[in-house]
């Protein structure tokens, strides 16, 4: 599904994304501690904005792994998500996401948690289709390429086909 314009390569600024979302009573228990699935929910959904971005096609969610709850988030907290794009092969793109909370009274920011996300683009048959490659411009992005080509690997290897 991607379309006739899609480039050959991209640069990860270029599919950056930054999400921000408050925490209300229903996402959270009743000690008022967000529940770790609702931070999920709002990882997957930015990780896609940026796989959607990059490959210009739908793009589906196949895996997600280092995800660490480092700090609670409260009720009443604003969950600031940042997602950048780190590593494409053929179809796979491997997506970080840092989740932030800010306590919008003391203005007292917190990285609570971060994630890997690795979708697949489709084509329009829903079969895996070519993305474009990642434009290596900075060394940040040359280290972050490196380490999720590595990361990738790893996945592959423990990945679970189904019979
Ligand atoms: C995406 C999907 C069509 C891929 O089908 P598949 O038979 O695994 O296809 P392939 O074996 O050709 O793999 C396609 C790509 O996905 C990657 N991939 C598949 N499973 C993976 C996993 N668990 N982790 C990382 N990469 C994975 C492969 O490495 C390959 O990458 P490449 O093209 O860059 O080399 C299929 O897994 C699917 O439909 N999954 C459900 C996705 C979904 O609906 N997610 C939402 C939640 S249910």
């Known amino acids: 599904m991607s379309s006739q314009n899609t480039p050959l390569e991209k640069n990860p ?9 408050r925490m209300f009573p229903s996402d959270a228990n009743p000690a008022g501690n967000v ?20 490959s210009q096609s739908n793009a589906v969610t196949v895996s997600m792994d280092s995800v660490n709850f480092i700090k609670p ?9 940042n997602a950048r794009i780190n590593y494409v092969h053929n179809s796979s793109m491997e997506i970080e996401v840092k989740a932030e ?14 994630a890997f996300v690795t979708f697949v683009a489709l084509d329009k048959s829903g079969r895996p289709s ?5 434009a290596l411009k900075t ?25």
């Open 13 to 21: 600024a270029d599919s950056h994304a930054e999400v921000i979302v």
């Open 35 to 54: 529940f770790g699935g609702e931070i999920l929910k709002h990882i997957d959904m930015v990780a896609g904005i940026v796989a959607q971005r990059h």
């Open 73 to 81: 988030v409260f009720v009443g907290n604003v969950l600031k998500l």
């Open 101 to 114: 909370a800010e306590d919008i009274v003391t203005g007292i920011r917190t990285v609570t948690g971060t």
């Open 130 to 134: 070519h993305v474009p490659r990642l």
């Open 139 to 163: 060394d940040e992005d040359r280290k972050k390429f490196e380490e999720g080509k590595i990361r990738m690997e790893e996945r592959l290897k423990n990945r679970k086909k189904s019979d």
